[in-house]
């Protein structure tokens, strides 16, 4: 999937913090996916998250080529557990991005949840046949 997202002028921008679970959640998937992007949907908000690894883009489902939000310059190297939270600056560019932005940690971290449990069930099982044990043998 390609997506050209276009950024409107910066509205706003200030220091944030990602909580750990959410932060690590989103690597994981971003770096399963085939081309090292994860498009996440985040339904409760009609916005689609675009995770690189570089920052977290917002998009907005009502206007699909420009950025609602970003989160850049996020620094996992500077939390010394992978508990901790992650540092990142918020960037807003659209009239709704500040609003958006009081929901979206807590959306983004259930709709993670969501695709994670949705990969996990894609997994093929794989059955393993053991040949029985005759009466006797160790």
């Known amino acids: 999937m ?3 997202v276009h950024r409107g002028p ?7 913090k990602l909580a750990a679970p959410t ?22 908000l009609q916005v689609l998250a675009i995770i690189d690894p570089h920052e977290f883009v917002f998009v907005d489902s009502q206007q ?6 970003a989160w850049e310059r996020l620094r996992p190297d500077n939390r010394s557990a992978l ?20 929901r979206l940690p807590r959306e983004l971290h259930q709709a993670l949840c969501t695709v994670a ?4 069930d894609e ?3 794989q059955l393993l046949a053991f040949a029985p044990r ?4 160790p």
């Open 117 to 120: 449990q949705r990969q996990r």
């Open 23 to 44: 932060y690590n959640l989103a690597r994981t998937l971003q770096r399963k996916s085939a081309h090292g992007v994860a498009f996440v949907p985040i339904r409760s």
């Open 123 to 125: 997994q093929g099982a």
């Open 83 to 102: 508990d901790e939270a992650v540092d990142f600056e918020a960037v807003g560019y659209g009239e709704l991005a500040r609003e958006a932005m009081l």
């Open 2 to 4: 390609q997506i050209t």
């Open 64 to 69: 699909r080529a420009l950025a609602l939000l």
């Open 134 to 137: 005759l009466r006797g043998e």
């Open 10 to 16: 910066e509205l706003w921008r200030e220091q944030r």
